[in-house]
């Protein structure tokens, strides 16, 4: 029946009322519903009577809120709540609210759930799920489909509805509980539990349901009518509520008074619990809500809070739904006040007090105040949650990892531990045995007066006694309080009612069992001589039976609290059954004041008129007397936390199957472990990081600091090395690892973390008990040793007791085992295989960084640096790291590292700042070093630009057990801690300066380091256990001698460092005011029971605050840069200079792209400029301009320059690594200015050239013109009188030629003729003229030796050597390289310098005729340069061209002997003089007869015979002047089209080309690489030697044949380009035709009219000169003449659109000069020991140091040991890590080693020469394959200490050229 019906029906006879609520989704409503389609007639439903034969009355409620009251006229039977599958959970709590507020508790005794859902759907988990409510009844359930239709469904349904009436006593619900106050009685909006509940009705103020009255009441009146009705029941419920009564059970309304027998009974009791246990729900609920937290799942995860948040403010009180953070994360920095936050009293509903109303001031109004209730004492107000609430909150809600990090902080605060703990929703008894299971403790035992014996146990495995306080009934004394004062009387361990915060009301404690170990120090102050477990069951233990029952039992002596004893109570029947167990018992009587009594074991204090501090010495008395007492009718047990999982009643966590199946898969490994000693697991099942790993760190250490027989000794470690990868990867890997690997692999990700955690804990106990056994038997060795050593005696059984005290040290070290070592292991077997195999041959290694990676970014530590080797695995680290950015992206991070002295507090302090997971014990806590990383919370993201921070804990300095190493070892661990970090914290123990000494020495060095390298981390100081931080003078006076010894320090270190600096500050970003920080003690006592002292967390939450406000300003390091940054790093600080070794490869990554870049600007600012070139060269040919100024170029080159300045703004802003770039930003975008400047003065001079050339030639171009116009007239004169005449084609033939002869000379009569040139005679006359005899130049002429010269043998033109050095002896242990380099000098190089750079030998008896054959080579070509340079072409011939040439050769000559200290014969000057002039003697002859074509007029007149002979026919043939003309302007168009498409298509080509060319389109390096790559293909011998001697001019030769191969191999292409160039063109010259006749007919102009607009349109495009075409008076048809010159230029077209190379070559430019102008204008510098070239794009990079990637074996040089014809084959990247010397110059008297090569000169100095591992097999195969070649080349022997090794001749073309391509990564 519907509820909105107005029906009253005040009686009927149906036998069942049913009453229907819930979610109207839970049902489909219609005719085919049995359920609520009724017969409205009959008010029951037929078809229910038709199914189970009584009349049922269905009210229908679903849908229906706002209910405030229901009066009852009928009694109801059962109430169906309808549900939903799918949100079934939360739609039965949310009705089971519903129920409760509108109709009162006792209707859930009449409730019957029902979960509907669709046809089909499978239900099985529904009851799975609602079993965990605790209100659930299985026996009332009942699933059926949501249409109700299903005749079967309803019929069970009925029928376990009539049962349950059966079973109800009485079986009908009579009226509803209603009462409260209008707020009290709210109904519950459904959108709370997020779902619609009861929304389709509203009540109104009157509305009736049949049997039912409905109306609003609110308030005392709701109440008064309520209690009127129900009567004294209903008050003494009322009154039960009110006094906030949890364990008295909730009666039914209405019931009769009479049991219905013993079955009754216990139905009822069952049922008061349920809705006792509802009650408590919902309460814990409202609790959960308050608090923020979410009961149920998902849980919260570690995940969550660890992460980096905003700094905590201590000292500020929290809001309510801040309580669960505040406790957490205060927590985690071991605050252990984090139980008594303080709660904003404003955050409460109701404050706590309010103002008392004015009156008057007399005494009675005062009393009547003070003797009165409470105004508001019947008003409700909200208390804040009880601390332990928030404690045991946070723990429900908390997933088992997070109770386990939980759990471990509580330990440390030395706070007792949940051990039982029930679940507040479905009342089961839960054992967190996960979450001891990283707590270990330590104590030491004492017995009697013998020497303590130390234990560090897991306290999961701890074999303890325990002691188990209860409280029987409620008690004016506090049981936690008397435990406190047994265990640590100065610290509340258990929390206990006069704690602060503490309240009344307290939820989710009682029935919580506390556990806590008391573990004693060894000393005469400990208050138990062992171990013990205290544990303590909150509550009354009277009403906890199953708590209180396990207790008992686990219990070794058990103490009750109880008010007094009475046989007859409840209380005194528990205590005589404890009194018949054999286990000891004391009671605690408090209102007993009598003394101490016992019997066997049996206790009874009274503690009335007793202080607590007695009763506590008397019941320390008692509990040590018990347990070590020797009774044997006292039965003694042991307890143990493991244990906890025998007792079926109780649910220990660990029963999860994810922690399940992670326990058996940790447990399969570490059964592999049995029978095996710890201390040698690693060498039995870790081989990969055994002898073989130590053994390859130290031949790579080795490798790095080569001494000796420098390539040899290289190559024999690399092929060591190699041996060593080879070995590992032979090794098949161990059963642990395939384990390992493969679990975490399959496992799901729970169990994965599970199996990681159990690893961990079952390893970490393995270790911990073997170093527990060794340092025992370290304890007794060290006191038999120092007892023979006090007694003086010296034998032999002293030395042996030390020998083995030695060997026991030993052992402890190599005892340690855990998870890092099986990480390490995956690490090196990845490294092994990645090394030998590359990517080629995949495996399971393969996968080996992506599961590292995964624990990465899950919060797991990983290990950066080896701890064992001291080595860091840079391709394990790399190929994680890809991993993780593979996962997460390119983040950015901030890398916090820490360093400090061993053992000094570094990795508790990250801990506790940042909730990291760092091992922390005693000793050496931490070898190597370990990142973790943690995320920034969403909250404070927006202030940083990073995303998360990554710490890196590092070991510690000043390690005994690293004594003999430790100082090489922490400079090494110091500058790599400081140079890896953003910020280094520096922690210190203590506060004096002596502590500090070392420590801030090592800080001071590895700051300077990284300042000279370029890197500017932070740092903070942090001083430890400070006892008084918070004396401000202390602190200054602190701060000041702390500054002092820093600068003290650094102006030393700068002296060493040859830096200048003064303040520590000078290097490091420091400030004294603010990055120092004194931190308080970490314990507060003494341990182990001491807690962490809140003054520590105090400051670790300033010192994070301060790093987070620092880090701000930080723009971090992306994972990729840091990647990159480790591997450089380290392979600086394998070499013994870390400064010169240092090489920063992401700055050199992202300093190639910029030169890319900034090649691609300057192309684009030549490319515009080299078009404005050739429309200006065209104005100038023209005659449009004679005067050019800079400003014209620059305002056309603007716009396109403004373009790239704009497109440099966006590269430096815009780059992904713009912090990386901006140091370079001003140097490029001056740069960009000055190639600008330079390439518009370049234009303007070349165009001023021009000009001057134009201006030169006037007169001749004015004769030429004037001669052109005589031909025409003649022509056209002679061609008028033959025009009527027949003549044959030899007739017209002869007649022109007659004619011709005629024309030329009379043109030419006053023309006189050019004269030949006599260059022989000349140079013979300029040579006499510098001394040298006739007869030596007619002698060296005709013999014609210097046609050889450049092949001969020098030394015959030596004269005399005035200074012969003798030779030295080495500085080394072998002879010195003192060296000699045989190289050709680059086109922009003077002699002088090639000369410096190559005349560095000392020690060299005599000059090497391979120098010589060098310094020819370069006078030659400087020589052939320098006049080629002159304008022989354009100005003509001049003998003084030949003069200047022959003393520049004279005066090169005289530097050589003053540099080799010696002199030349005549005959060397002669020879050389002959021989340049040979190589320059063509050119001059071919110049001058190119000068003589363009001047002499009978040449230029010879050279137009053919073109006015053609003019002359087409007169002849009657053509028309318009004809002519037109003819006449193609041929003078024709040349200039070509030129000027050919010179666009050479301008397109180098643009095509420098875009698509791989060669072209990089930087300099990436040109240098495609030569080499051309050299190896080709191999060529010549080639490479000209590469080394003359690189400019083999790059340029590269760029030449690329170019052609480009034309050849694409010759169609090239021809489209050309012919859309001759298009563009001849549209240009069509449209300019058109525009000038068009132009002239509207003037109305003539041909001279015509013809200057015509040159005007052309002017910028091409070259037109109409001053020759003056005599063409008679055209007028503009229109024909327009028509007739576009047909023949259609001719032209077609024959210029054929490509043709020699086209090319006489374009104005060539594409191989634009690109040799674009690409080789950079730095050519060579190093002054390999001469390889310097690869940096730009010209003059200066401040910066001229590299090259790969630097060549000084062999190819020509360098060779000093005193022998040996080749010197080192490498210089070799030489400058090892301990050789060199002599810088030839008269040097010192020589100057390696490793300071900068100090021997400025060509030294402006090197950067790192150190280089890489194998460079380029020119290893280089040297190898020509070896013969170089051998003849030099007359030098790869023989003795020049041999070459045997890895060299093992390297294939193919690896040479592929290792090419490394030089561009």
């Known amino acids: 029946m519907d509820a909105s ?183 519950l909006e459904p959108e709370s539990v997020g779902h619609n509940l009861m929304e389709s009705s509203v009540v109104k103020k009157k509305q009736t349901v049949p049997g039912y009255h409905f109306s609003v009441a609110t308030g005392n009146e709701a109440l008064k009518s309520e209690a009127e009705r129900e009567g004294p029941a209903n008050e003494q419920r009322a009154q039960s509520e009110e006094n906030h009564n949890d364990n008295a059970a909730m009666k039914t309304v209405g019931t009769s008074a009479t049991s219905s027998g013993q ?24 609790l959960l809500s308050r608090l923020q937290l979410q009961g149920g799942s998902p849980k919260m995860s570690p995940g969550k809070f660890l992460q980096v948040g905003p700094p905590l403010k201590l000292n500020q009180d929290a809001s309510e739904k801040d309580l669960a953070y505040f406790f957490l994360h205060r927590l985690i920095m071991l605050d252990y006040r984090a139980r008594y936050v303080p709660v904003e009293q404003d955050s409460l509903d109701v404050t706590c007090s309010k103002p008392v109303p004015g009156s008057d001031d007399s005494d009675d109004s005062d009393s009547e105040f003070f003797f009165s209730a409470g105004a508001d004492s019947n008003q409700p107000h909200q208390t804040p949650p009880h601390p332990m609430d928030v404690q045991m909150a946070v723990f429900h809600c908390s997933d088992n990892f997070l109770r386990q990090v939980m759990i471990t902080k509580l330990s440390q605060c030395q706070y007792a531990l949940p051990l039982l703990v029930p679940d507040p929703f479905t009342t089961e008894i839960e054992c967190p045995l996960w979450a001891f299971r990283q707590i270990t403790k330590t104590w030491k035992v004492t017995k009697g007066d013998s020497q303590a014996t130390m234990k560090n146990i897991p306290i999961s495995k701890a074999e303890t006694p325990l002691v188990s306080f209860f409280r029987l009934g409620s008690l004016s004394v506090s049981k936690s309080q008397l ?16 704690c602060p915060g503490s309240t009344k009301t ?114 320390k008395r008692i509990i040590q007397g018990l347990l070590s007492s020797g009774d044997p009718s006292i039965l003694k047990t042991t307890f143990q936390l493991e244990t906890m999982t025998e007792n079926s009643e109780i649910k220990v966590d660990e029963s999860d199957n994810a922690c399940q199946n992670g326990k058996s898969a940790a447990e399969e490994i570490v059964h592999l472990f049995e029978n095996t000693d710890v201390s040698s697991i690693k060498d039995d099942f870790l081989s990969y990081q055994g002898h073989l790993w130590l053994k390859w760190c130290k031949t790579n250490k080795e490798l790095h600091r080569l001494t000796g027989n420098i390539e040899n000794d290289k190559s024999e470690k690399e092929r060591e090395l190699t041996q060593i990868r080879r070995q590992q990867c032979d090794t098949s890997c161990s059963e642990l690892m395939r384990l390992f690997t493969e679990n975490l692999s399959k496992l799901q990700p729970r169990e994965q973390e599970y199996f990681l955690k159990w690893t961990q804990i079952l390893t970490d106990a393995l270790s911990a008990d073997c170093i527990s056994s060794i340092l025992q038997s370290y304890d007794n060795k060290w006191s038999e040793v120092m007892a023979l050593r006090k007694s003086h005696d010296k034998s032999k059984k002293l030395e042996k007791m030390e020998t083995e005290l030695e060997l026991l040290s030993k052992k402890l070290q190599s005892a340690t085992f855990g998870l890092e070592h099986i990480f ?73 590292s820490v360093l400090g002295l061993q053992s000094s507090g570094k990795s508790t302090m990250l801990n506790a700042m940042f909730g990291l997971q760092f091992a922390v014990s005693a000793g050496r806590c931490t070898k190597g070093a370990f990142m973790q990383l943690v995320k920034i919370s969403e909250e404070i993201k927006k202030d940083f630009n990073f995303d998360y921070l990554l710490a890196v804990d590092a070991e510690g300095l000043r390690a005994l057990e690293l004594e003999s190493t430790t100082l090489q070892h922490d400079n090494e661990l110091a500058t790599f801690v400081v140079g890896v970090g953003n910020m280094t914290l520096i922690n210190i123990f203590g506060e004096t300066p002596a502590e500090m000494q070392d420590i801030l020495q090592i800080v001071v060095q590895a700051s300077m380091r990284m300042k000279k390298i370029k890197l500017s981390p932070s740092c903070v100081f942090v001083h430890q256990n400070v006892t008084d931080v918070a004396a401000a003078e202390k602190n200054m006076d602190g701060r000041r001698r702390l500054q002092e010894k820093l600068d003290q320090m650094t102006q030393l270190a700068a002296k060493e460092e040859e830096c200048t600096a003064n303040r520590f500050s000078d290097v490091i970003a420091f400030n004294i005011e603010t990055d120092v920080k004194y931190f308080a003690q970490l314990w507060e006592g003494s341990p182990p029971m001491a807690p962490p002292n809140p003054g520590y967390s105090e400051s670790v939450q300033e010192l994070k605050a301060h790093i987070l406000s620092k880090a701000s300003e930080s723009n971090g390091i992306r994972l990729s840069h840091l990647k990159v940054h480790i591997q450089d790093l380290w392979d600086a600080l394998l070499n013994e200079n870390f400064v010169f070794s240092f090489k920063n490869t992401q700055e050199i990554a992202e300093y190639r792209k910029l030169e890319t870049e900034y090649g691609n600007w300057t192309w684009a600012i030549r490319d515009n400029l080299l078009t404005i070139e050739n429309q200006l060269h065209n104005r100038i040919d023209n005659g449009d301009l004679d005067k050019l100024e800079s400003s014209n170029i620059t305002t056309e080159t603007s716009k396109p320059y403004e373009e790239v300045k704009e497109a440099m703004v966006r590269y430096f802003e815009e780059e992904k690594n713009k912090e990386i770039l901006v140091q370079w930003r001003g140097r490029f975008e001056s740069k960009i200015k000055e190639f600008h400047e330079e390439q518009v003065g370049t234009i303007k001079r070349k165009l001023d050239g021009v000009i001057k050339q134009k201006s030169a030639w006037k007169m001749m171009d004015d004769m030429k013109a004037d001669f052109e116009n005589k031909l025409l007239q003649k022509s056209k004169n002679i061609a008028q009188n033959l025009k009527n005449k027949s003549k044959g084609e030899a007739e017209l033939q002869h007649a022109f030629n007659t004619d011709w002869e005629m024309w030329v000379n009379d043109l030419t009569k006053n023309t006189k003729p050019f004269e030949d040139i006599e260059l022989d005679n000349d140079l013979f006359l300029i040579l006499k003229e510098i001394g040298m005899e006739e007869k030596l130049i007619k002698e060296c002429k005709e013999s014609g030796t210097y046609q050889h010269i450049n092949t001969g043998k020098y030394l015959d033109y030596v004269k005399t050597n005035y200074h012969n050095e003798t030779s030295g002896k080495s500085q080394s242990d072998e002879t010195e390289n003192n060296v000699t380099n045989k190289q050709t000098k680059s086109a922009n190089v003077n002699l002088k310098a090639v000369l410096k750079q190559y005349l560095k030998i000392s020690k060299v008896p005599l000059v090497d005729q391979t120098q010589i054959k060098q310094i020819i080579d370069i006078v030659s070509k400087e020589s052939v340069e320098l006049m080629k340079q002159k304008p022989v072409a354009t100005r003509g011939y001049q003998s003084t061209y030949l003069q200047e040439m022959v003393h520049s050769i004279k005066d090169n000559v005289a530097m050589l002997e003053s540099e080799l ?25 071919e110049s001058q007869q190119k000068f003589k074509l363009d001047n002499d007029a009978f040449c230029y007149l010879e050279s137009r015979k053919n073109h006015y002979y053609n003019i002359f026919q087409i007169y002849c043939k009657g053509s028309s002047s318009v004809v002519v003309l037109s003819e006449l302007i193609c041929e003078k168009l024709r040349p200039s089209i070509a030129k000027a498409a050919y010179t666009k298509t050479a301008l397109a080509l180098a643009r095509e080309m420098k875009c698509n060319v791989p060669a072209f389109s990089g930087n300099r390096l990436n040109l240098e690489t495609h030569v080499l790559r051309s050299l190896a293909e080709r191999e060529d011998f010549d080639e490479f030697i000209n590469y080394i001697q003359n690189p400019r001019e083999q790059v340029e030769s590269f760029i030449k044949a690329e170019v052609q191969r480009y034309i050849n191999t694409g010759h169609e292409k090239v021809e489209i380009m050309l012919q859309r160039n001759v298009k563009g063109i001849y549209s240009v010259v069509s449209q300019a035709l058109h525009t000038a006749t068009e132009k002239v007919k509207i003037q109305r102009g003539d041909i001279n009219t015509w013809l200057s607009e015509l040159s005007l349109l052309l002017k910028d495009q091409l070259k037109f000169d109409s001053a020759s075409l003056k005599d063409f008076s008679d055209v007028h048809d503009f229109d024909f003449l327009c028509k007739e010159a576009g047909k023949k230029l259609n001719s032209v077209k077609k024959q210029i659109s054929r490509f043709s190379d020699e086209e090319m070559k006489n374009s104005r430019q060539t594409p191989e000069q634009i690109l040799i102008e674009q690409l080789c204008r950079c730095c050519w510098v060579k190093c002054p020991f390999c001469s390889a070239v310097c690869t940096n794009t730009l010209q003059d990079h200066s401040p910066d140091d001229h590299s090259v990637p790969f630097h060549r074996s000084c062999a190819l040089s020509g360098m060779f040991h000093a005193n022998t014809r040996h080749m010197y084959i080192n490498f210089c990247t070799s030489d400058v890590s090892s301990d050789r010397t060199f002599f810088p110059k030839r008269e040097s008297r010192r020589p100057v080693p390696y490793k300071l090569y900068r100090k021997a000169g400025p060509e030294f100095a402006s090197w950067r020469i790192t150190p280089d591992e890489s194998k460079l097999p380029y020119w290893k195969w280089v040297v190898c394959r020509f070896k013969n070649n170089l051998e003849k080349y030099y007359k030098l022997k790869f023989e003795g200490l020049g041999y070459i090794p045997e890895m060299w001749k093992t390297i294939s073309k193919e690896e040479a050229i592929k290792s090419l391509d490394e030089m561009c990564q």
């Open 5 to 187: 019906a107005t029906t009253d029906v005040d009686k009927t006879d149906d036998d069942l009322i049913i009453v229907l609520f819930g979610d109207t989704s839970s049902i489909e409503s219609g005719t085919k519903n049995i359920l609520i389609n009724q017969d409205e007639h009959t008010e029951f439903s037929s078809k229910l009577y038709d199914l189970c034969g009584r009349r049922i009355s269905v009210i229908n409620l679903i849908g229906l809120r706002d209910i405030n009251e229901i009066t009852l006229n009928k009694k109801i039977n059962a109430f169906l709540l309808l549900i939903s599958y799918g949100p079934h959970v939360s739609q039965y709590i949310s009705g089971l609210q519903w129920l409760e507020k509108t109709f009162g508790r006792a209707a859930i005794y009449y409730l019957m759930t029902v979960v509907t859902h669709n046809s089909g759907e499978k239900c099985e988990d529904i009851f799975k799920d609602l079993k965990v409510c605790d209100s659930f009844i299985e026996k009332r359930y009942h699933t059926c489909t949501r249409t109700m239709s299903v005749p079967e469904e309803i019929a069970d349904l009925l029928i376990k509805v009539q049962t349950m009436v059966s079973n109800n006593n009485p079986p009908c619900f009579t009226g509803l509980i209603c009462g409260g106050s209008k707020e009290q009685n709210k109904d």
């Open 263 to 286: 079955n009754g009974e216990k139905s009822q009791k069952d049922l008061d619990k349920v809705v006792q246990n509802s009650q408590h729900q919902r309460d814990t609920q409202t």
């Open 483 to 498: 435990m406190n004062s047994l265990i640590n009387d100065r610290h509340s361990t258990f929390f206990h009612r006069h």
């Open 506 to 619: 307290r939820l989710l404690l009682d029935g919580v069992a506390e556990i806590t170990w008391y573990c004693p120090a060894g000393k005469p102050s400990d208050a138990f001589n062992n171990c013990i477990a205290f544990c303590n069951l909150h509550g009354d233990a009277l009403m906890i039976e199953k708590q209180r029952d396990i207790l008992m039992e686990k219990s070794s002596v058990n103490v009750v609290m109880v008010q007094n004893l009475h046989k007859d109570d409840r209380s005194g029947k528990l205590i005589s059954a404890l009194l018949k167990s054999k286990k000891p018992l004391i009671c605690l009587l408090v209102d007993d004041d009598g003394a101490v009594e016992s019997k066997k074991g049996k206790y009874k204090m009274g503690l009335k008129a007793r202080n607590q501090a007695d009763v506590s010495v008397e019941l």
């Open 824 to 896: 390490r292991e995956m690490g090196q077997i990845h490294e092994a295989h990645k090394t030998i195999h590359g990517d080629n041959k995949p495996g399971d290694w393969c996968g080996y960084p992506k599961l590292a990676a995964d624990l990465l970014i899950s919060g797991y530590p990983l290990e950066l640096l080896d701890g064992d080797a001291g080595h860091v695995p840079v391709k394990w680290i790399s190929s994680v790291f890809d991993e993780v950015i593979r996962k997460l992206g390119d983040l950015k991070v901030f890398v916090l």
């Open 1461 to 1485: 200290k010696c002199v030349f014969k005549k005959k060397f000057t002669v020879d050389l003089v002959l021989y340049v002039f040979d190589l320059v003697k063509n050119w001059l002859s």
